[in-house]
């Protein structure tokens, strides 16, 4: 069946955006499309239709593809907990705790699950488009590989490798992969896209006619710097490093930084506000005095990240936002910090211990080995909400309860002075009318923009902007599609990469300190 893998020459360099723009590509020309990753890491992740998770990139993609999660798109997921460890979930559900050393060697059992998730999708679908992981120039992590080169040669899944122009020295990065890899993996990838390229695209024809001279790999085309990802969720925390706040707003939200922040593009629909100064508190740098609301992240260790959050000093900037009357929310971990005690008594997140909570909130947690993932819906005060759980632990307490549940329960808890507040629930702002709640609180107005559609229009625009720049008929080649051009298309090739593109009104960012992840698997 026809199948495509993006792979990369580092982390960052844009394949998860570029696979999502293709999905949506090729699922507009009337095609089944399904994404694909056989290995991630990330602390962003998505519930599943099937009651799994998997990386929020494959959740999007899936949106892409107008289809629903599943865990098969994601099979091996390692989500950070320490420098040296990771929690491995295999087909959506959890199965331990390993440390760097001990997974490169487990991991090799690995590929026929990997395989087999990948065939059961290319049996449902027209086309599988692949996002490979970090690079496969990495040679030092062939022996055992199941994200590139590994899958790629066992599913025989052609390659196109991608080249981000905008961190410099792309012919080499291009060049170099292809001197530094055997001959059998060389010979999978059949062509090269160059992406984030700003400026007068013909400026770099003789650099494109370089990297074909001395790869003889195909020019599938050259991306522009792409505006629209900007509105996308992002999976890793290299985003957050150059955020800055928009001056002259409404209210202010601030998010401190902890060290294993997960799941926050949940903060995605608040940053876009016209009436919020949103920031993210990088370590170091207190939280804001001004800041009408602080809200606690998700973590993917709690226990560790208040140890954290008190190295910086922020449990007594928070207390001090309290006593002037302002607000705080926690969502997950965050939440759960809140409380009066948080115990670990089986070490599910790290080493077994237990800590005093902020002791905001009249709850306590007990993290245990079950994980809680589910999609929910119910109502915040008169607003209807959805999003979903993804949590270990259960939290327990006296207090108020923020959400209520279709189908009965609650979630969450409020302080008596209602000014505090926290629940388990992903997601919660997206829907404009639940986003109107806590900034009515606030005292400011919603622009109403419903975030689920601000993103599939983001897609639509990102699809549009690789049919411009990219060969698509020579990516259909390559994965074994047909070849001919769509309505209203001609053959034209991939001349519209001259085309000058519009200009990016987001930062790009770099991976800092803080967004460095254990590498379980090298990368």
């Known amino acids: 069946m026809p199948a495509l893998m993006i792979q990369g020459c580092g982390s960052d360099v844009g394949k998860s955006v570029l696979v999502a723009g293709l999905c949506r590509l090729f699922a507009n020309r009337g095609l089944k499309v399904r994404p694909f990753k056989p290995q991630n890491m990330s602390n962003n992740a998505a519930v599943t239709a099937d009651g799994g998770e998997i990386g929020r990139a494959q959740a999007l993609q899936a949106i892409a593809c107008r289809t629903p999660p599943t865990v098969d798109m994601n099979p091996v997921l390692l989500k950070p907990q320490s420098d040296t460890g990771a929690q491995l979930i295999v087909r959506g559900a959890m199965a331990g705790t390993w440390e760097a050393r001990g997974y490169q060697a487990a991991k090799v059992g690995l590929l026929q699950t990997v395989v087999e998730s990948f065939r059961r999708l290319e049996a449902q679908a027209d086309l599988v488009i692949v996002e490979g992981a970090g690079s496969p120039a990495e040679t030092n992590l062939r022996a055992g590989d199941i994200a590139n080169m590994g899958f790629a040669r066992a599913a025989g899944v052609p390659v196109v490798l991608v080249g981000d122009i905008d961190r410099g020295h792309v012919i080499a990065a291009l060049v170099g992969a292809h001197a530094v890899l055997d001959d059998g993996d060389r010979a999978m990838i059949k062509g090269f896209l160059i992406n984030k390229f700003r400026g007068d695209p013909t400026l770099f024809d003789d650099g494109r006619a370089e990297i074909v001279r001395r790869t003889g790999w195909a020019d599938l085309g050259m991306a522009p710097w792409l505006a629209a990802a900007r509105v996308l969720p992002a999976e890793d925390a290299v985003v957050l490093d150059r955020v800055e706040p928009d001056g002259g707003r409404r209210v202010k939200i601030v998010v401190p930084l902890l060290s294993r922040i997960a799941n926050f593009d949940d903060f995605d629909a608040l940053r876009a506000e016209p009436a919020v100064d949103f920031a993210f508190i990088p370590p170091g740098a207190p939280l804001p005095g001004d800041a009408d609301l602080v809200i606690l992240p998700g973590t993917k260790a709690t226990l560790a990240d208040l140890a954290f959050l008190r190295a910086q000093g922020w449990d007594i ?33 790290g080493a077994p211990g237990e800590a005093d909570g902020l002791s905001l909130l009249d709850v306590e947690t007990v993290l245990t080995g079950e994980k809680t993932l589910r999609a929910v819906t119910g109502r915040f005060g008169e607003a209807v909400f959805e999003g979903y759980e993804m949590h270990v632990g259960r939290t327990t307490g006296p207090a108020a309860p923020m959400l209520a549940l279709d189908g009965g329960g609650a979630d969450g808890a409020v302080s008596e002075d209602g000014r505090v507040a926290g629940c388990y629930v992903h997601g919660l702002f997206n829907r404009p009318e639940a986003r109107a709640v806590i900034l009515a609180q606030l005292g400011a107005a919603s622009s109403g923009v419903d975030q689920r559609q601000a993103v599939d229009e983001a897609l639509d625009e990102l699809a549009a902007e690789l049919e411009r720049c990219f060969d698509i008929e020579a990516l259909k080649r390559i994965a074994g599609l047909r070849s001919s051009p769509p309505p209203g298309h001609g053959e034209e090739g991939p001349a519209a990469c001259h085309v000058p593109p519009t200009p990016a009104t987001y930062a790009h960012v770099r991976r800092s300190r803080l967004s460095r992840r254990p590498r379980l698997d090298g990368r």
Do not use: F, T, W
């Not at 207390?319 to 607000?327: D, E, K, P």
């Not at 929310?329 to 809140?338: E, R």
């Open 317 to 349: 900037d928070l207390l001090a936002h309290v006593r002037r009357g302002r607000r705080v929310l926690g969502v997950c971990g965050g939440y759960q910090m809140l409380g009066r005690r948080i115990s670990d008594p089986d070490g599910v997140e």
